[in-house]
Protein backbone atom coordinates (compact mmCIF):
# COMPACT_ATOMS: atom_id res chain seq x y z
CA UNK A 1 0.00 0.00 0.00
CA UNK A 2 2.74 2.70 -0.75
CA UNK A 3 0.45 4.71 -2.59
CA UNK A 4 -1.88 5.22 0.69
CA UNK A 5 0.89 5.81 2.84
CA UNK A 6 0.67 10.05 2.72
CA UNK A 7 -3.21 9.47 3.56
CA UNK A 8 -2.45 6.56 6.56
CA UNK A 9 -0.28 9.23 8.02
CA UNK A 10 -2.73 12.08 8.21
CA UNK A 11 -5.56 9.71 9.97
CA UNK A 12 -2.86 8.80 12.48
CA UNK A 13 -1.52 12.05 13.25
CA UNK A 14 -4.84 13.74 13.15
CA UNK A 15 -5.77 10.56 15.72
CA UNK A 16 -3.05 10.38 17.78
CA UNK A 17 -4.03 13.87 19.78
CA UNK A 18 -5.46 12.47 23.49
CA UNK A 19 -8.79 13.50 22.81
CA UNK A 20 -9.33 11.23 19.50
CA UNK A 21 -6.55 8.55 20.48
CA UNK A 22 -8.11 5.44 18.95
CA UNK A 23 -6.85 1.86 17.22
CA UNK A 24 -6.09 2.05 13.43
CA UNK A 25 -6.51 -1.08 11.28
CA UNK A 26 -5.88 -1.49 7.56
CA UNK A 27 -6.02 -3.93 5.27
CA UNK A 28 -6.26 -4.52 1.45
CA UNK A 29 -9.76 -4.79 1.53
CA UNK A 30 -12.22 -5.09 4.59
CA UNK A 31 -15.11 -6.74 3.01
CA UNK A 32 -13.00 -9.68 1.92
CA UNK A 33 -11.47 -9.99 5.27
CA UNK A 34 -15.17 -10.61 6.49
CA UNK A 35 -15.71 -13.32 3.79
CA UNK A 36 -18.45 -11.42 2.83
CA UNK A 37 -20.32 -12.16 -1.12
CA UNK A 38 -19.52 -7.88 -2.02
CA UNK A 39 -17.67 -8.11 -5.33
CA UNK A 40 -14.00 -6.35 -5.29
CA UNK A 41 -14.41 -2.33 -6.68
CA UNK A 42 -11.63 -1.28 -9.16
CA UNK A 43 -9.53 1.23 -7.60
CA UNK A 44 -9.89 0.30 -4.15
CA UNK A 45 -5.84 0.47 -2.96
CA UNK A 46 -6.96 -0.49 1.16
CA UNK A 47 -9.42 -0.09 3.55
CA UNK A 48 -8.27 1.75 7.11
CA UNK A 49 -10.47 1.26 10.29
CA UNK A 50 -10.68 3.82 12.60
CA UNK A 51 -12.06 3.04 16.21
CA UNK A 52 -12.10 5.16 18.70
CA UNK A 53 -14.28 6.46 21.92
CA UNK A 54 -15.50 10.20 20.63
CA UNK A 55 -15.38 8.78 16.90
CA UNK A 56 -16.97 4.97 17.02
CA UNK A 57 -16.23 2.80 13.94
CA UNK A 58 -15.68 4.92 10.86
CA UNK A 59 -14.09 2.86 7.65
CA UNK A 60 -11.92 5.20 5.21
CA UNK A 61 -11.82 3.48 1.82
CA UNK A 62 -8.29 5.01 0.05
CA UNK A 63 -8.60 5.47 -3.91
CA UNK A 64 -6.50 5.83 -6.51
CA UNK A 65 -9.87 6.52 -8.96
CA UNK A 66 -11.32 9.97 -9.62
CA UNK A 67 -14.80 8.11 -9.93
CA UNK A 68 -15.94 7.58 -6.09
CA UNK A 69 -19.31 6.33 -7.58
CA UNK A 70 -18.68 2.88 -7.19
CA UNK A 71 -16.07 3.03 -4.89
CA UNK A 72 -18.40 4.83 -2.08
CA UNK A 73 -20.89 1.84 -2.53
CA UNK A 74 -18.47 -0.33 -2.17
CA UNK A 75 -17.38 1.30 1.53
CA UNK A 76 -21.10 1.72 2.52
CA UNK A 77 -21.68 -2.35 1.42
CA UNK A 78 -18.47 -2.92 3.24
CA UNK A 79 -19.70 -0.71 6.82
CA UNK A 80 -22.40 -2.59 6.69
CA UNK A 81 -21.05 -6.34 6.65
CA UNK A 82 -19.09 -5.17 9.66
CA UNK A 83 -21.98 -3.69 11.66
CA UNK A 84 -23.64 -7.08 10.89
CA UNK A 85 -20.85 -9.17 11.70
CA UNK A 86 -20.06 -7.55 14.58
CA UNK A 87 -24.00 -8.52 16.07
CA UNK A 88 -24.64 -11.71 13.77
CA UNK A 89 -21.20 -13.78 13.70
CA UNK A 90 -19.51 -11.59 17.03
CA UNK A 91 -22.58 -11.78 19.21
CA UNK A 92 -21.99 -7.65 19.76
CA UNK A 93 -25.00 -6.71 22.13
CA UNK A 94 -24.02 -2.94 22.01
CA UNK A 95 -25.84 0.36 20.03
CA UNK A 96 -23.08 1.76 17.67
CA UNK A 97 -23.18 2.77 14.33
CA UNK A 98 -20.33 2.62 11.47
CA UNK A 99 -19.69 5.37 9.21
CA UNK A 100 -17.57 5.39 6.15
CA UNK A 101 -16.48 7.85 3.44
CA UNK A 102 -14.06 7.80 0.62
CA UNK A 103 -10.64 9.37 0.95
CA UNK A 104 -8.31 9.68 -2.57
CA UNK A 105 -4.64 8.77 -2.57
CA UNK A 106 -3.76 12.51 -3.49
CA UNK A 107 -5.46 13.83 -0.34
CA UNK A 108 -3.35 16.88 0.80
CA UNK A 109 -6.20 17.02 3.84
CA UNK A 110 -8.10 14.25 5.25
CA UNK A 111 -11.34 15.22 7.86
CA UNK A 112 -12.48 11.99 10.01
CA UNK A 113 -16.09 12.71 10.18
CA UNK A 114 -18.24 12.24 13.84
CA UNK A 115 -20.94 10.06 12.45
CA UNK A 116 -23.68 9.48 10.52
CA UNK A 117 -26.75 11.49 11.24
CA UNK A 118 -28.70 8.82 9.90
CA UNK A 119 -28.41 7.22 12.83
CA UNK A 120 -30.94 7.74 15.52
CA UNK A 121 -29.94 10.03 18.89
CA UNK A 122 -29.47 6.45 21.07
CA UNK A 123 -27.10 4.87 18.61
CA UNK A 124 -24.20 7.69 20.71
CA UNK A 125 -21.10 8.24 19.13
CA UNK A 126 -19.78 8.29 22.45
CA UNK A 127 -18.07 4.87 23.87
CA UNK A 128 -17.58 4.23 27.38
CA UNK A 129 -14.31 2.04 28.13
CA UNK A 130 -16.95 -1.13 28.50
CA UNK A 131 -18.91 -0.68 25.32
CA UNK A 132 -15.67 -0.13 23.39
CA UNK A 133 -14.27 -3.53 24.80
CA UNK A 134 -17.60 -5.37 23.94
CA UNK A 135 -17.18 -4.09 20.18
CA UNK A 136 -13.74 -4.89 20.00
CA UNK A 137 -14.02 -8.18 21.56
CA UNK A 138 -16.66 -8.93 18.52
CA UNK A 139 -14.47 -7.48 16.52
CA UNK A 140 -11.28 -10.26 17.30
CA UNK A 141 -13.97 -13.14 16.82
CA UNK A 142 -15.13 -12.10 13.49
CA UNK A 143 -11.77 -11.65 12.04
CA UNK A 144 -10.25 -15.00 13.65
CA UNK A 145 -12.96 -17.25 13.03
CA UNK A 146 -12.68 -20.32 10.70
CA UNK A 147 -14.89 -23.00 10.33
CA UNK A 148 -14.13 -26.39 12.73
CA UNK A 149 -14.48 -29.58 11.10
CA UNK A 150 -17.26 -30.85 14.08
CA UNK A 151 -19.92 -28.79 12.74
CA UNK A 152 -20.50 -31.15 9.68
CA UNK A 153 -20.64 -33.82 12.16
CA UNK A 154 -22.89 -32.40 14.73
CA UNK A 155 -25.42 -30.48 12.34
CA UNK A 156 -24.66 -27.35 13.96
CA UNK A 157 -22.23 -24.25 12.87
CA UNK A 158 -19.00 -24.48 15.04
CA UNK A 159 -15.90 -22.16 14.81
CA UNK A 160 -12.06 -22.12 15.86
CA UNK A 161 -10.75 -19.13 16.65
CA UNK A 162 -7.13 -18.58 15.87
CA UNK A 163 -4.71 -18.36 18.42
CA UNK A 164 -2.44 -15.21 17.79
CA UNK A 165 0.54 -16.55 16.54
CA UNK A 166 -1.60 -18.51 13.98
CA UNK A 167 -3.67 -14.97 13.05
CA UNK A 168 -0.06 -13.49 12.66
CA UNK A 169 0.65 -16.19 9.76
CA UNK A 170 -2.39 -15.64 8.06
CA UNK A 171 -2.79 -11.77 8.30
CA UNK A 172 0.90 -10.79 8.75
CA UNK A 173 3.44 -13.40 7.45
CA UNK A 174 1.77 -13.84 4.50
CA UNK A 175 3.32 -9.88 3.59
CA UNK A 176 6.66 -10.95 4.61
CA UNK A 177 7.69 -14.36 3.16
CA UNK A 178 7.12 -16.43 0.02
CA UNK A 179 8.76 -19.16 0.93
CA UNK A 180 8.19 -20.25 4.81
CA UNK A 181 8.49 -23.50 6.94
CA UNK A 182 5.77 -23.78 9.52
CA UNK A 183 7.18 -26.08 12.34
CA UNK A 184 4.94 -27.35 14.88
CA UNK A 185 4.16 -30.25 16.97
CA UNK A 186 0.73 -32.05 16.44
CA UNK A 187 -2.31 -30.15 17.44
CA UNK A 188 -0.77 -26.96 16.83
CA UNK A 189 -3.57 -26.24 13.88
CA UNK A 190 -0.48 -26.80 11.67
CA UNK A 191 -3.68 -28.12 8.63
CA UNK A 192 -6.05 -25.95 10.41
CA UNK A 193 -3.56 -22.39 9.48
CA UNK A 194 -2.85 -24.05 6.13
CA UNK A 195 -6.60 -24.11 4.52
CA UNK A 196 -6.92 -20.61 6.77
CA UNK A 197 -4.07 -19.47 4.62
CA UNK A 198 -5.19 -20.43 0.91
CA UNK A 199 -8.15 -19.00 1.64
CA UNK A 200 -6.83 -15.35 2.64
CA UNK A 201 -4.89 -16.22 -0.86
CA UNK A 202 -8.35 -16.15 -2.69
CA UNK A 203 -9.68 -13.04 0.00
CA UNK A 204 -6.78 -10.77 -1.24
CA UNK A 205 -7.14 -11.92 -4.89
CA UNK A 206 -11.00 -12.35 -5.82
CA UNK A 207 -9.82 -13.47 -9.65
CA UNK A 208 -7.53 -16.61 -8.17
CA UNK A 209 -9.06 -20.22 -9.09
CA UNK A 210 -8.84 -22.62 -6.71
CA UNK A 211 -7.03 -24.74 -9.18
CA UNK A 212 -4.15 -22.27 -8.83
CA UNK A 213 -3.49 -23.29 -5.41
CA UNK A 214 -1.83 -26.91 -5.27
CA UNK A 215 -2.45 -28.63 -1.70
CA UNK A 216 0.22 -31.62 -1.58
CA UNK A 217 -0.13 -34.16 1.52
CA UNK A 218 0.49 -38.15 1.41
CA UNK A 219 -2.20 -38.54 3.70
CA UNK A 220 -5.53 -39.42 2.12
CA UNK A 221 -7.76 -38.29 4.53
CA UNK A 222 -5.96 -35.11 4.68
CA UNK A 223 -6.93 -34.50 1.00
CA UNK A 224 -10.29 -35.41 1.11
CA UNK A 225 -10.67 -32.83 4.27
CA UNK A 226 -9.22 -30.18 2.58
CA UNK A 227 -10.90 -31.06 -0.51
CA UNK A 228 -14.05 -29.92 1.30
CA UNK A 229 -13.11 -26.43 1.94
CA UNK A 230 -12.99 -25.94 -1.52
CA UNK A 231 -9.91 -23.75 -2.09
CA UNK A 232 -7.60 -25.87 -4.16
CA UNK A 233 -7.07 -28.73 -5.85
CA UNK A 234 -5.19 -31.50 -3.84
CA UNK A 235 -2.93 -34.54 -4.87
CA UNK A 236 -0.08 -36.85 -2.83
CA UNK A 237 3.35 -36.06 -3.35
CA UNK A 238 3.65 -39.17 -6.09
CA UNK A 239 1.11 -36.92 -8.35
CA UNK A 240 3.14 -33.95 -7.82
CA UNK A 241 6.46 -35.45 -9.15
CA UNK A 242 5.17 -37.05 -11.99
CA UNK A 243 2.31 -34.73 -13.10
CA UNK A 244 2.84 -30.69 -14.87
CA UNK A 245 0.80 -28.25 -13.28
CA UNK A 246 1.03 -25.31 -15.84
CA UNK A 247 -1.60 -23.29 -14.06
CA UNK A 248 -0.65 -23.49 -10.41
CA UNK A 249 0.56 -20.40 -8.73
CA UNK A 250 0.80 -21.20 -5.13
CA UNK A 251 2.03 -24.62 -3.82
CA UNK A 252 0.93 -25.59 -0.10
CA UNK A 253 2.83 -28.55 1.46
CA UNK A 254 1.24 -30.33 4.63
CA UNK A 255 2.49 -33.01 6.63
CA UNK A 256 5.75 -32.64 5.00
CA UNK A 257 7.68 -34.68 7.47
CA UNK A 258 5.84 -38.06 6.13
CA UNK A 259 7.08 -37.09 2.31
CA UNK A 260 10.35 -39.03 0.73
CA UNK A 261 12.41 -38.05 -2.59
CA UNK A 262 12.31 -41.69 -4.15
CA UNK A 263 10.57 -39.95 -7.22
CA UNK A 264 12.71 -36.93 -7.53
CA UNK A 265 13.43 -33.95 -5.45
CA UNK A 266 10.05 -32.65 -4.59
CA UNK A 267 10.98 -29.56 -3.14
CA UNK A 268 12.94 -28.17 -5.90
CA UNK A 269 10.18 -28.88 -8.83
CA UNK A 270 8.28 -26.50 -5.93
CA UNK A 271 10.63 -23.82 -5.90
CA UNK A 272 10.37 -24.17 -10.01
CA UNK A 273 6.11 -24.04 -10.14
CA UNK A 274 5.65 -21.02 -7.95
CA UNK A 275 8.29 -19.03 -10.65
CA UNK A 276 6.21 -19.83 -13.49
CA UNK A 277 4.52 -17.04 -13.43
CA UNK A 278 7.05 -14.73 -12.44
CA UNK A 279 8.84 -12.17 -13.70
CA UNK A 280 11.99 -13.38 -12.73
CA UNK A 281 11.89 -17.41 -12.35
CA UNK A 282 15.58 -17.24 -11.50
CA UNK A 283 15.28 -15.71 -7.94
CA UNK A 284 15.05 -17.05 -5.26
CA UNK A 285 12.03 -17.25 -3.22
CA UNK A 286 13.47 -17.93 0.68
CA UNK A 287 15.32 -15.34 2.17
CA UNK A 288 17.05 -17.02 5.11
CA UNK A 289 15.12 -14.63 7.71
CA UNK A 290 14.19 -16.57 11.03
CA UNK A 291 10.46 -15.43 12.64
CA UNK A 292 10.15 -13.38 16.06
CA UNK A 293 7.89 -16.06 16.58
CA UNK A 294 10.50 -18.85 17.82
CA UNK A 295 13.15 -15.96 18.28
CA UNK A 296 12.04 -13.06 19.41
CA UNK A 297 13.78 -11.10 16.75
CA UNK A 298 11.17 -9.22 14.51
CA UNK A 299 12.29 -9.81 10.52
CA UNK A 300 12.89 -7.29 7.97
CA UNK A 301 9.46 -6.89 5.79
CA UNK A 302 9.72 -7.82 2.67
CA UNK A 303 7.35 -5.21 1.67
CA UNK A 304 9.70 -2.49 2.59
CA UNK A 305 12.81 -3.94 1.13
CA UNK A 306 10.17 -5.43 -1.97
CA UNK A 307 12.89 -7.83 -3.00
CA UNK A 308 10.44 -10.82 -3.27
CA UNK A 309 7.30 -9.34 -4.57
CA UNK A 310 9.15 -6.84 -7.39
CA UNK A 311 9.68 -10.39 -8.75
CA UNK A 312 6.28 -11.48 -7.65
CA UNK A 313 7.34 -14.95 -6.84
CA UNK A 314 3.96 -17.51 -5.97
CA UNK A 315 3.82 -18.68 -2.50
CA UNK A 316 5.76 -21.90 -1.16
CA UNK A 317 4.27 -22.89 2.88
CA UNK A 318 5.70 -25.99 3.75
CA UNK A 319 4.21 -27.50 7.06
CA UNK A 320 5.79 -29.64 9.13
CA UNK A 321 5.48 -31.76 12.51
CA UNK A 322 9.39 -33.46 12.65
CA UNK A 323 8.15 -34.69 15.92
CA UNK A 324 6.13 -37.24 13.92
CA UNK A 325 9.02 -38.51 11.90
CA UNK A 326 9.16 -42.28 12.84
CA UNK A 327 12.27 -44.25 12.87
CA UNK A 328 11.08 -45.83 9.36
CA UNK A 329 10.69 -42.61 7.79
CA UNK A 330 14.20 -41.65 9.40
CA UNK A 331 15.73 -44.33 6.86
CA UNK A 332 14.25 -42.85 4.00
CA UNK A 333 15.55 -39.81 2.14
CA UNK A 334 12.91 -37.38 2.87
CA UNK A 335 14.32 -34.75 0.56
CA UNK A 336 14.03 -30.98 3.15
CA UNK A 337 17.27 -29.65 4.44
CA UNK A 338 17.74 -31.06 8.20
CA UNK A 339 15.51 -29.36 10.90
CA UNK A 340 17.99 -26.36 11.32
CA UNK A 341 17.95 -25.50 8.09
CA UNK A 342 14.57 -24.84 7.30
CA UNK A 343 14.82 -21.24 7.49
CA UNK A 344 12.83 -18.97 6.98
CA UNK A 345 10.52 -20.44 9.80
CA UNK A 346 8.02 -20.04 12.22
CA UNK A 347 6.96 -22.27 15.02
CA UNK A 348 3.99 -22.92 16.66
CA UNK A 349 3.80 -23.83 20.38
CA UNK A 350 0.25 -23.22 21.58
CA UNK A 351 -1.61 -26.76 21.16
CA UNK A 352 -5.37 -26.28 20.85
CA UNK A 353 -6.54 -29.94 19.49
CA UNK A 354 -6.23 -31.79 23.00
CA UNK A 355 -7.76 -31.74 26.01
CA UNK A 356 -5.33 -30.69 29.56
CA UNK A 357 -5.24 -34.46 30.38
CA UNK A 358 -3.61 -35.76 26.59
CA UNK A 359 -1.86 -32.60 26.06
CA UNK A 360 -0.31 -33.56 29.29
CA UNK A 361 0.00 -37.47 28.66
CA UNK A 362 1.43 -36.63 25.10
CA UNK A 363 4.13 -34.61 26.23
CA UNK A 364 5.73 -38.64 27.64
CA UNK A 365 6.29 -39.38 24.60
CA UNK A 366 8.31 -35.86 23.00
CA UNK A 367 12.12 -35.33 22.41
CA UNK A 368 13.18 -32.64 25.16
CA UNK A 369 13.50 -29.39 22.42
CA UNK A 370 9.61 -30.11 21.79
CA UNK A 371 9.12 -29.75 25.19
CA UNK A 372 9.12 -26.12 25.07
CA UNK A 373 5.30 -26.32 23.87
CA UNK A 374 1.83 -25.18 25.82
CA UNK A 375 -1.35 -25.83 25.90
CA UNK A 376 -3.71 -23.00 24.25
CA UNK A 377 -6.94 -23.62 26.95
CA UNK A 378 -8.21 -24.39 29.90
CA UNK A 379 -10.06 -27.61 28.91
CA UNK A 380 -9.87 -30.54 31.12
CA UNK A 381 -11.09 -32.82 29.14
CA UNK A 382 -12.26 -36.93 30.23
CA UNK A 383 -9.23 -39.60 32.45
CA UNK A 384 -7.32 -41.47 30.00
CA UNK A 385 -8.28 -44.92 30.34
CA UNK A 386 -5.47 -47.28 29.93
CA UNK A 387 -6.93 -51.16 29.99
CA UNK A 388 -4.38 -53.93 29.94
CA UNK A 389 -4.49 -58.06 30.36
CA UNK A 390 -6.15 -58.38 26.94
CA UNK A 391 -6.34 -62.72 26.71
CA UNK A 392 -3.52 -63.86 24.15
CA UNK A 393 -3.15 -63.80 21.30
CA UNK A 394 -3.25 -60.15 21.77
CA UNK A 395 -4.71 -59.61 18.39
CA UNK A 396 -7.29 -62.46 18.20
CA UNK A 397 -10.85 -62.95 18.97
CA UNK A 398 -10.62 -62.05 22.37
CA UNK A 399 -9.10 -58.38 21.65
CA UNK A 400 -12.20 -57.72 19.38
CA UNK A 401 -14.45 -58.99 22.25
CA UNK A 402 -12.94 -56.29 25.02
CA UNK A 403 -13.31 -53.68 22.10
CA UNK A 404 -16.81 -54.33 21.41
CA UNK A 405 -17.39 -54.04 25.28
CA UNK A 406 -15.77 -50.57 25.23
CA UNK A 407 -17.26 -49.25 21.35
CA UNK A 408 -20.47 -50.34 22.97
CA UNK A 409 -20.02 -48.79 26.63
CA UNK A 410 -19.66 -45.69 24.89
CA UNK A 411 -22.90 -45.61 22.79
CA UNK A 412 -24.64 -46.52 25.52
CA UNK A 413 -23.01 -43.20 27.90
CA UNK A 414 -24.48 -41.09 25.16
CA UNK A 415 -21.58 -40.45 22.63
CA UNK A 416 -22.97 -40.77 18.84
CA UNK A 417 -20.14 -43.14 16.36
CA UNK A 418 -19.48 -39.94 14.43
CA UNK A 419 -17.21 -39.08 17.40
CA UNK A 420 -15.35 -42.14 17.82
CA UNK A 421 -12.53 -43.41 15.57
CA UNK A 422 -10.64 -46.71 16.61
CA UNK A 423 -6.63 -47.24 15.56
CA UNK A 424 -4.66 -50.23 15.47
CA UNK A 425 -0.90 -49.65 15.37
CA UNK A 426 0.07 -50.95 11.82
CA UNK A 427 -2.72 -53.40 10.38
CA UNK A 428 -6.53 -53.04 10.63
CA UNK A 429 -8.57 -56.15 10.81
CA UNK A 430 -10.55 -57.14 7.87
CA UNK A 431 -13.93 -54.95 7.92
CA UNK A 432 -16.53 -58.12 8.16
CA UNK A 433 -14.53 -59.64 11.09
CA UNK A 434 -14.99 -56.23 12.63
CA UNK A 435 -18.26 -55.90 11.89
CA UNK A 436 -19.75 -58.98 12.84
CA UNK A 437 -17.41 -58.75 16.33
CA UNK A 438 -18.66 -54.90 16.82
CA UNK A 439 -22.26 -55.76 15.78
CA UNK A 440 -22.09 -52.61 13.41
CA UNK A 441 -23.73 -51.94 10.48
CA UNK A 442 -20.98 -49.80 8.47
CA UNK A 443 -17.67 -49.03 9.28
CA UNK A 444 -15.16 -46.06 7.45
CA UNK A 445 -12.11 -45.15 6.84
CA UNK A 446 -9.84 -42.18 7.34
CA UNK A 447 -10.77 -41.38 4.28
CA UNK A 448 -14.33 -40.30 5.34
CA UNK A 449 -13.61 -38.99 9.01
CA UNK A 450 -16.40 -36.40 8.37
CA UNK A 451 -19.24 -38.98 8.34
CA UNK A 452 -21.53 -40.43 11.35
CA UNK A 453 -19.78 -43.54 11.64
CA UNK A 454 -17.03 -44.82 13.15
CA UNK A 455 -13.88 -44.81 11.47
CA UNK A 456 -11.53 -47.96 12.00
CA UNK A 457 -7.59 -46.53 10.59
CA UNK A 458 -4.65 -47.74 11.15
CA UNK A 459 -1.83 -44.78 13.28
CA UNK A 460 -0.06 -43.78 9.98
CA UNK A 461 -2.99 -43.66 7.77
CA UNK A 462 -4.87 -41.48 10.47
CA UNK A 463 -1.81 -39.04 10.71
CA UNK A 464 -3.33 -35.41 10.48
CA UNK A 465 -7.03 -36.40 11.49
CA UNK A 466 -8.65 -35.95 14.86
CA UNK A 467 -11.89 -37.11 16.64
CA UNK A 468 -13.41 -36.06 19.96
CA UNK A 469 -13.13 -40.02 20.86
CA UNK A 470 -10.17 -42.25 19.82
CA UNK A 471 -9.28 -45.83 20.98
CA UNK A 472 -5.91 -47.09 20.40
CA UNK A 473 -5.47 -50.63 20.03
CA UNK A 474 -1.27 -51.36 20.85
CA UNK A 475 0.81 -54.33 21.11
CA UNK A 476 4.17 -53.36 22.59
CA UNK A 477 7.06 -52.89 20.59
CA UNK A 478 10.92 -53.77 20.68
CA UNK A 479 11.95 -50.66 18.24
CA UNK A 480 12.14 -47.69 21.00
CA UNK A 481 12.26 -44.56 18.86
CA UNK A 482 9.30 -46.08 16.34
CA UNK A 483 7.68 -46.90 20.29
CA UNK A 484 7.64 -43.39 21.34
CA UNK A 485 6.76 -41.49 17.26
CA UNK A 486 3.99 -43.76 16.94
CA UNK A 487 2.58 -43.57 19.97
CA UNK A 488 2.77 -39.34 19.91
CA UNK A 489 0.93 -39.34 17.09
CA UNK A 490 -1.35 -41.89 18.28
CA UNK A 491 -2.59 -40.37 21.07
CA UNK A 492 -2.66 -36.79 19.71
CA UNK A 493 -5.34 -37.62 17.44
CA UNK A 494 -7.99 -38.20 20.43
CA UNK A 495 -9.91 -34.19 21.29
CA UNK A 496 -11.58 -35.20 24.52
CA UNK A 497 -10.97 -39.02 25.64
CA UNK A 498 -7.96 -41.32 25.22
CA UNK A 499 -8.46 -44.99 25.88
CA UNK A 500 -5.72 -47.24 25.45
CA UNK A 501 -5.86 -51.08 24.55
CA UNK A 502 -2.53 -52.45 24.94
CA UNK A 503 -0.48 -56.03 25.44
CA UNK A 504 1.44 -54.50 28.53
CA UNK A 505 1.79 -51.02 30.11
CA UNK A 506 1.33 -48.22 27.27
CA UNK A 507 4.06 -46.20 28.57
CA UNK A 508 7.08 -49.11 28.32
CA UNK A 509 10.08 -47.37 28.95
CA UNK A 510 10.02 -44.05 30.71
CA UNK A 511 13.22 -43.07 29.56
CA UNK A 512 12.66 -39.94 26.75
CA UNK A 513 12.71 -40.24 23.56
CA UNK A 514 15.80 -38.04 23.30
CA UNK A 515 18.13 -40.13 25.74
CA UNK A 516 17.33 -43.25 23.74
CA UNK A 517 18.45 -41.87 20.37
CA UNK A 518 22.18 -41.06 22.25
CA UNK A 519 21.99 -44.61 23.73
CA UNK A 520 21.33 -44.38 27.15
CA UNK A 521 18.19 -46.89 27.61
CA UNK A 522 17.99 -50.27 25.54
Known sequence: MPVAKGVIKQVQEKCSGSRRRGLLLGCHSLAASLDSDIPPAEGVVCDLLLISRDIGLHVLTITDTEDHGQITHYSHAAAQALKRDLVLKGGCKEKFCVSYHVVPCSATAVDVPNGDNRYPKSYSMAFTREKLTNILDALVIILSKVPSTLSTKLGVSFLHLLTKEQFLLV?????????????????????????????????????????????????????????????????????????????????????????????????????????????????????????????????????????EFQESPGYLWIFIGNEQRSQRGLRHEAGFPRLYDQKPYCRLKKVIRNSKRIYHFSKMFLAKPALEIEIGHDFEGEEIDEIKNIPEPFLGRGLLEKLNEV????????????????????????????????????????????????????????????????ILVFPWTVDSYEYFALRYCAVTRAMVKLIVLCEDAFFGWAAPPFQLLHGRVG
Not at 268 to 284: F, G
Open 171 to 307: KQKINEHREYWIQGAAGTGKSLVAVEFMRELRRRDKSLKKEEILYVCENKGMRAQTERADVCQSVCRKTFMEESFPEVKHVIFDEAQSFKDDKGNWLRKARKLVRQHSDNQNSEVGTGVESEMESGAEPESELESGS
Open 407 to 470: LHSLLQKGYSKGEIAILFQDEVPESAILLSTLNLEKIVNAEENHSQDVVVSSVPTYSGLERPIV
